[in-house]
């Protein structure tokens, strides 16, 4: 390790499920073989830059809490540097494949936009080194364009056409760092892209403007060959009232409308997914069924609070529908689970930062098992073929295909007296419970 | 009048505002011109059937209050042709130019689909006389397929293909009544086109079944040449779990994923903005932006509960706001102000009936007159576009004319330092409450 | 078995956890010990006579599903014969040792008050019958004065005096009822002890009247000889705007208000607790601390849903937790598990009632058994009482006892720099994912 | 003025309803007789120096925009005076005649609780010379026991019985601040007394810490002859996951059990009572009812977040009601209006502050002109006394005076066969519209 922040920590172990060690794994072995592929390499972690090591524990009502050393200095670059190192200090510890990052997480604003983006490839250079000694890759990279004091009315929608264009200079930054560290996949997060009140808001207009900035960058992602997906990143609201991309529903509308679907796909947030009114699982699934499904950013809100609290996943349960989704779509192609996740402001030891990861690893790897172990036995699958059968005959599927007019179907409608069947719920959640 | 069920009561009249008459208006005056257009003409009220006549006055812990002569007898049509009469009745008290209804809400359903369309056929006939004597037309019809059993797993979307079959011949014979009645829209809301548990729902099946649906309707209507626009009312939950009409992002993306953008339209309800997470403004505005906006289902929901309260609109700033933005997009075309409201249960006198109608026209025509007076004073559009000046110039326009790549704007932000302005939130509350 | 609604179905047997018999049980083992005494005696569980036996699938916007065979005939009472047939052949196929109802749920409420109590009588002595026969008892029983339109304005806490007397008339019988059968507890729910709008609402006066009516039963209770509590059962709204008894908190001061503390507790379930926005865990600790707890309504809201869905309880780590703070609190005294649950209204074969409270048992039992091991363990416990274990020295212990004055100890302070410490949350879900 | 941050603006001025300049005032009339008494004596504005001079304009996910200059230097008892010098200009231009304050919004906390005490008393002379010259008033104090990291786990209800010393301490001092400038009232707002996770918490220990702590300040209170209430101000969660003065029938069951009801009132919140579940009219009732109002921090929060946005109260209806509701309970007796309200992010202008001060108080203004209307019309009054007036009659009286058993009334119910009468809600909707 290079710092001593982590002091007297071992790399966290498979121990199996005895272990009572909190900083062992109990389900999660790298190596084992889930459906043919090694468990590490369906789950693909990533540890998230900003909330491990960017934030000091504030909340609306108060302030630091974590005291990082990393965070109190004069010497911006140097500060930088240090948690550089911390970071993969930890992403070793933990043995997660992948990192991710905002470029205002890992190098100093400095003065100007010219300054940060030769303060952002500085580090970057940092990051080349360490990533090839530790073998830890980028899942992604994105752009912090919504907590400075410029984007307080939004980035690419702001009303000030000047703020657009420095939007589209930190972007490419951004970019041009996420590939030349070969990040899988680039993120975007519209924070402020939405609006605090409508009395003074131009929607259509705002929305005009985040569709062309979305299809400026694609065409530079396909310039310089960058060959990961953009990733859009749901929220319904909060920081603003509204965010225009509120949930997988209404990004894919918004793709079809720019013409992007071919480019850009959704990173999904489970916090996100509930504050919209949604299950997590809801908004994965229809990201599948509507063919823009991305990458997950794994973590949990709490239902009875109306905030983004981002707390680590420990919901077996929904974890293990999750995976479900996800190995029956044929597993993660470019993304992952990245832990946009962050402990309690008053979780304050170092080692509740390892604690919180590795019991969150856990968690997903037993949903994982659940997973396959559901496949395998077609639990679910098979309850729900036999439900839809009927719609495999010849004269529904003509219906499907469109070969067939209201009138010709609605004659049918007239001889039929159709008979209801039980939509087994219960039943269906019984046999979920005998997995997880 | 054809029944005594108002018995006593007078035809709402225009008083003026030092009114104190309950079944009077103070501000809805017929034929005051606002905008160079009769106030009649813009607010386009319509009564809907089911609240105001087939509703008995249930909720989920309590059943009947209401105790309406029409609902106890044993011949369904007598009951039915009463039921008319009072509707009729109450439409010339309040002097609405409008009616809406359901199949179920006009005709009993019998003993098979053929023998329900006759019924409904059969009533249609006595509306169309109604209809000639009394001046009152037909805003939409629509058809009730979520209430009875066999579509408690959908009607589009329901796993088994017969009731889907039922289900077209169901809307075919609404659409036919619809178009014979003259109907200036047809309306869909898919109160089971959803599910209640993703554990035993084929996601994406379902919506493509919703897809052909609606498709092979919007081809019929072209075939019978029925001129109006089909409505979808979208609604993100409640009764079921999730509703596939979420919201009007929602069914853009659906419409626009099936190719139904140019025929199908979205009635918006306020509550059900309110549960999809959105304010009323928002969803209109956002319809007039993607150009799917079609007409109005008003009423509002309690902002402290999560299920439909249907209550009726009183709610002047909210209406205000509503009323300038269709002011400002030229006023409705096809569509109008439907009251889908329901009296609380405990508001059993008949008069109650009358008294929330003309309580919540008054309001929305006091909002009507706001609206106006805010257009003409520029009061909102004003400094809305002064704040958005800088996107009139020729390179912004440029940009958002595809006419710029991210590497020359990128190149233009590192030159920049944007000055944040104020969004003067603060300043347009106090300019509406000017109106309001 | 009585009747044939269940024919062909053997009452579910224990078979261990590799059974995937849904009408078996995996963890309820009935004799099984857990800390000294039989999983049956823990778990007190009891079937709800409306859900199961009364509610005939409807919803606000549909009808009835299930097409139960005894809500369909002209005989009353030899429907309700019926019904309480089927019904104590569910409790023996399921081997529930307890049952509970309201007094609309078991007799027909006839054309008067006297008829009602009448009716309800012949029931009870029915009921005797076969409580003797089959060894099932009575957990509680209620009287519902929410349903009918006489009491849609309240019950206690009606604007008219009479519907108050009238309420006295039916809870006077059926607490009567509740007695002859042995009933451990009288509950009360209190409906529509609430209000639509402030607009018509005497706060205060409602409720004096409401605790008038309270202190009237604690009065009779004691006369008669009635040994259990009565049970208030909080719940925030639904089906009115807000309802007194709105949570734990709430029906606390109101007992104190009314100097009811020493007879009445309190009902918790979970979906009213999460409809006033508190865990169920958050309810059940707070009812112990403050020595109102008494029983339980088992059942399950939707998180992401604003009204009562009533499902049945599959949640084992909430279960774990509702458990681990009963056991800690030395276990159900005259309370238990009650299934205030319905199946979906899509499930509609007979078996699906069975299974869904055979899954809910099977998941109710494996949280006990995770508390016990939790218990055993000191798992929690252990770090919680180091937490606060500064509060046992001698100097704190005499601020608690109210021996130091606010001057004495704010001296202390001033020389107090004190040192956070971790709260430890993941570590402690990691510690609870390992028993769940 | 005695600085040129608000430089060139003018103290507001009544102008008239048809001003429309934003800084003047076209309701508020100061000397205005409403009911007797002059509206700057009914309304008793106090500005908050809390959001309008230490809030940056900082979100969860965004920094500083307000860039204040007496937030920026060295020397941080310098700066605060700067601060109250602005303030003062501000109270100065509003007209307002109270402010209230934290401790830490006006002192900087320095290295120890002694300094922090020392540098609160330097600023409280500042104070006593400003509130002389300017006459205005404070209408309280409180100390902020929430922002600081050693209270991260709570002040009072911490687990560390240093934290607790700590907190007496820093209460004591802030009391007797507030009593030496004449303070009308002391405010408790308990930001940290709850907690992140029951896994973590003693829910009893905690609940009996609060109570010591508020009976040791009420002790305290009374030892030094301060004659104003103490406050508490309910808030359900926000920072913390659940709050103990979750709302106003929980903190009366809370003062209740503590013995605290003839000391401790409520400071009730829009935004907090919106947060609860709870209409701001409900709260602001029930606390009469159960005789513990005491103040009104007015502001409004977005009914569709789940936040606290503390914005500046518009809605005239809303507070309309409010106000209907202080003047028929006699005005305010120690409490007042507190601004609790922050100027949007984005709002970043110095006249920002003014327009939105100006604004609210304009709509409180015209909230108490429409509640004296409606009061001396009895709109709202007369048909409450109507609905309610059964219970004058001697009988039930008898009962409510707890002169009658159960048995005694349940005969009466035997008799009666009560009809019910419309709750007439649109009328009374129909009738507020009338006068807002």
Not at 228 to 239: M, S
Not at 268 to 281: K, M, P
């Given at each position: 390790?290079?710092?001593?922040?982590?002091?007297?920590?071992?790399?966290?172990?498979?121990?199996?499920?005895?272990?009572?060690?909190?900083?062992?794994?109990?389900?999660?072995?790298?190596?084992?073989?889930?459906?043919?592929?090694?468990?590490?390499?369906?789950?693909?972690?990533?540890?998230?830059?900003?909330?491990?090591?960017?934030?000091?524990?504030?909340?609306?009502?108060?302030?630091?809490?974590?005291?990082?050393?990393?965070?109190?200095?004069?010497?911006?670059?140097?500060?930088?540097?240090?948690?550089?190192?911390?970071?993969?200090?930890?992403?070793?510890?933990?043995?997660?494949?992948?990192?991710?990052?905002?470029?205002?997480?890992?190098?100093?604003?400095?003065?100007?936009?010219?300054?940060?983006?030769?303060?952002?490839?500085?580090?970057?250079?940092?990051?080349?080194?360490?990533?090839?000694?530790?073998?830890?890759?980028?899942?992604?990279?994105?752009?912090?364009?919504?907590?400075?004091?410029?984007?307080?009315?939004?980035?690419?929608?702001?009303?000030?056409?000047?703020?657009?264009?420095?939007?589209?200079?930190?972007?490419?930054?951004?970019?041009?760092?996420?590939?030349?560290?070969?990040?899988?996949?680039?993120?975007?997060?519209?924070?402020?892209?939405?609006?605090?009140?409508?009395l003074n808001t131009n929607l259509k207009q705002e929305l005009d403007q985040l569709g062309r900035f979305l299809s400026m960058l694609v065409e530079y992602k396909h310039k310089i060959g960058f060959d990961g997906p953009i990733l859009i990143e749901p929220k319904p609201k909060e920081p603003t009232?509204?965010?225009?991309?509120?949930?997988?529903?209404?990004?894919?509308?918004?793709?079809?409308?720019?013409?992007?679907?071919?480019?850009?796909?959704?990173?999904?947030?489970?916090?996100?997914?509930?504050?919209?009114?949604?299950?997590?699982?809801?908004?994965?699934?229809?990201?599948?069924?509507?063919g823009i499904f991305g990458s997950i950013d794994i973590n949990r809100g709490d239902d009875l609070l109306g905030w983004d609290t981002d707390q680590f996943a420990m919901n077996v349960p929904e974890i293990a529908l999750l995976m479900h989704e996800i190995l029956k779509n044929g597993g993660f192609?470019?993304?992952?689970?990245?832990?946009?996740?962050?402990?309690?402001?008053?979780?304050?030891?170092?080692?509740?930062?390892?604690?919180?990861?590795?019991?969150?690893?856990?968690?997903?790897?037993?949903?994982?098992?659940?997973?396959?172990?559901?496949?395998e036995d077609k639990a679910l699958e098979g309850p729900l073929a036999d439900r839809y059968a009927g719609w495999s005959e010849p004269e529904p599927q003509a219906i499907l295909a469109g070969e067939r007019s209201l009138e010709e179907v609605a004659m049918k409608g007239l001889e039929t007296s159709?008979?209801?069947?039980?939509?087994?719920?219960?039943?269906?959640?019984?046999?979920?419970?005998?997995?997880?």
């Amino acid at each position: 390790m290079k710092t001593d922040f982590f002091s007297g920590i071992e790399p966290a172990q498979y121990k199996g499920t005895d272990s009572t060690d909190p900083l062992s794994f109990r389900y999660y072995d790298k190596d084992r073989k889930v459906m043919g592929r090694r468990m590490e390499d369906h789950l693909r972690f990533s540890a998230a830059y900003w909330h491990s090591f960017t934030w000091p524990g504030s909340d609306p009502f108060g302030g630091e809490t974590l005291n990082r050393p990393w965070m109190h200095g004069d010497d911006a670059m140097e500060l930088a540097r240090q948690k550089a190192d911390v970071a993969f200090d930890m992403f070793e510890l933990l043995g997660v494949p992948y990192f991710a990052f905002h470029d205002i997480d890992v190098a100093p604003e400095g003065g100007s936009l010219r300054e940060f983006n030769a303060n952002l490839n500085a580090i970057a250079d940092i990051f080349e080194s360490k990533m090839q000694s530790s073998g830890v890759k980028l899942l992604w990279g994105t752009a912090n364009m919504f907590s400075h004091r410029r984007f307080m009315s939004g980035a690419a929608t702001n009303p000030d056409p000047d703020v657009f264009a420095y939007a589209c200079g930190q972007v490419k930054a951004a970019m041009d760092v996420t590939k030349r560290l070969g990040g899988e996949n680039y993120v975007c997060w519209g924070g402020r892209e939405g609006y605090e009140t409508l009395l003074n808001t131009n929607l259509k207009q705002e929305l005009d403007q985040l569709g062309r900035f979305l299809s400026m960058l694609v065409e530079y992602k396909h310039k310089i060959g960058f060959d990961g997906p953009i990733l859009i990143e749901p929220k319904p609201k909060e920081p603003t009232k509204h965010q225009y991309d509120y949930d997988v529903a209404t990004v894919y509308g918004f793709l079809s409308r720019y013409g992007l679907l071919d480019d850009v796909k959704v990173n999904i947030e489970q916090n996100h997914a509930i504050l919209a009114g949604h299950s997590f699982d809801h908004e994965v699934r229809l990201a599948y069924a509507l063919g823009i499904f991305g990458s997950i950013d794994i973590n949990r809100g709490d239902d009875l609070l109306g905030w983004d609290t981002d707390q680590f996943a420990m919901n077996v349960p929904e974890i293990a529908l999750l995976m479900h989704e996800i190995l029956k779509n044929g597993g993660f192609q470019t993304g992952g689970l990245n832990f946009d996740a962050k402990i309690r402001r008053q979780s304050i030891d170092p080692q509740d930062l390892l604690i919180a990861h590795v019991a969150s690893m856990d968690a997903c790897a037993r949903g994982l098992l659940a997973a396959e172990k559901m496949l395998e036995d077609k639990a679910l699958e098979g309850p729900l073929a036999d439900r839809y059968a009927g719609w495999s005959e010849p004269e529904p599927q003509a219906i499907l295909a469109g070969e067939r007019s209201l009138e010709e179907v609605a004659m049918k409608g007239l001889e039929t007296s159709p008979q209801p069947r039980s939509g087994r719920q219960e039943y269906l959640e019984g046999v979920l419970n005998r997995y997880v």
